[in-house]
């Protein structure tokens, strides 16, 4: 429903912003990580999940699409709702994280609290395939992770609303790419959609 929220940060507590944005405030759950990079009164940008359960709205703010996409995968799992995400990556870096559950390392994530064992095994088990589509380049900063550069992230959204599958959308993209490296999102698409 929101992609991302731009506005002047009216509040920034720990695990906490508030975001001014066309004069409404948003309040959004956060990494500590995140809520420590931004101070009141300097404009900032989240990309935003709005995760609803029994009726009650929460919105995650986080400070690049890589962060809440591992956010979303992590919410996948049964037993990981928004504060285990957050107590997660509060925790670890998302290359940290993503590392952990590629090497089936259930010890790091079961020393965030919160996380059990048999939820730091299941997040292991069912995340690694996805965690690996991330492709998260080594050496990335843990302040700002890289997937792919966003035209190809918007090129595989764009292709996935459009009916294809994530993993065909990658695919396909990655393909498209290959061919023409310095493509943008719309070209991207129209080469995908060409065959």
């Known amino acids: 429903m929101y ?13 906490r912003v508030v975001l001014r944005a066309a004069g409404v405030g948003f309040e959004l759950k956060v990494p500590v ?15 935003t999940i709005l ?11 986080f400070r690049n699409r890589v962060e809440r996409e591992l956010a979303r995968r992590l ?3 049964s037993g990981v709702g928004p504060s ?10 998302p290359s ?3 590392q952990a559950i590629l090497s089936g390392d ?45 035209s190809r992230e918007d090129a595989i959204n764009a292709l996935i609303t459009l009916g294809y599958s994530e993993k065909d959308a990658r695919d396909r993209v990655s393909k498209a790419a290959e061919g023409d490296p310095e493509a943008g999102t719309e070209s991207l698409i129209k080469l995908v959609l060409r065959g």
């Open 51 to 61: 995760h609803v359960v029994d009726g009650n709205p929460t919105m995650l703010g």
């Open 75 to 77: 919410l996948t799992v």
């Open 84 to 93: 285990m995400t957050l107590a997660i990556l509060s925790s670890y870096s």
């Open 106 to 150: 259930a010890s790091t994530l079961k020393s965030v609290k919160g996380v059990g064992s048999k939820t730091a095994e299941r997040l292991c088990l069912e995340l690694r395939d996805h965690v690996a589509k991330l492709e998260l380049i080594e050496g990335a900063t843990s302040a700002d992770p890289v997937l792919h550069p966003p």
């Open 33 to 47: 990580s995140t809520s420590a990079a931004l101070s009141a009164g300097k404009e900032a940008e989240l990309f």
């Open 3 to 15: 992609d991302h929220i731009r506005g002047e940060v009216c509040e920034s507590q720990p695990a």
């Open 96 to 98: 940290q994280v993503a």
